[in-house]
């Protein structure tokens, strides 16, 4: 497929031509581990090993790569394998890293709990001011690492304006593009370097598999990602990577759904009298939203708030809603509600990320907007 087509084209033909044995339309699983070789060393298709490379993998790293106009994707077993197989590819001992002062939970801990452990330094800036992380930058620091939209506020930061400042340190930026999913925003087109995702959430879109991805459009780096991949074995197994192709396949059309339900929730909670503060960067009065619309097609599925009682009212308000289901992760299909601070982000407590108490996190769905903001005008009572 040719990568001249548009992204509905893309997403769902990049990487599967129909199978050459059968005509199959769809990739199939292929659950193997080892493949035969013709003599030592001579390999049918180029796979010898399904750590390595497995076919039904190899098409949805195609895809990946398409989607976000990459010469490489590579896909893991989580968002979380992705970033540490990217950060032990990037850095060694004494490296530093720019991170941001609100991103995902688990994120944070594996900077702050894991990689810190082997040396490597990390300090947090404000990554919607491109001043502030170049201020933050030291001699050592060889990343700056960015989530936009962040989870769980919100926030915006200029990717084209934060690949500049990193490039004329020499160093990397990486973009976490979970939030907006390649449909929305394409960070390798505004310079930045690396995009990851946990593409358990919107390109998986079925709360139904677990997986990671990294891309990148620099060649070189593709090569040392791809051999640590290998080297560490994190990969996203033949049947995850098939229910993310076939998730994938309707992204587009997920996207524009969940970004127009969340537009109207979004404003149903601006207007109501319980509701304090809501954070949609589809919504004028988002600080960086000129930046958003700039760089995004539509503001996403996501939309946060805080409520007047503090923490007991946020979590209350999580209890009561029947459409919106309690629990954790986002992106599918289905609209989810959580607590940030007792749930996704609690390893962020008493730190620079720490989140407001009174903060409640909406994962907008496709279902019906009407019976959507019914729930909620119930629930916040
Ligand atoms: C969920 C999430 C991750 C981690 O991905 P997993 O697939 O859960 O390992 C990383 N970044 C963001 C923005 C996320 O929401």
Redesign the pocket.
Known sequence: MSDQHAFETLAIHAGQEPDPLTGAVVPPIYQVSTYKQDGVGGLRGGYEYSRSANPTRTALEENLAALEGGVRGLAFA????A?DTLLRTLLAPGDHVVIPND??G??FRLFAKVISRWGVEWSVADTSDPAAVRAALRPTTKVIWV?TPS?PLLGISDIAALAEVAHSAGIRLVI?N??ASPYLQQPLALGADVV?H????YMGGHSDV???ALVTADAALAEELAYHQNAMGAVAGPFDSWLTLRGIKTLAVRMDRHSANAERVAELLVSHPKVTQVYYPGLPEHPLHEVAAKQMKAFGGMVSFRVEGGQEAAVEICNRTEVFTLGE??GGVESLIEHPGLMTHASTAGSQLEVPADLVRLSVGIESVDDLLADLTQALG
């Open positions: 989580s968002g979380l394998a970033e991103a995902y688990g994120t989530e989870n976490d979970t939030f990851v946990s593409t358990t959430k677990v997986g990671g992760s986002l």
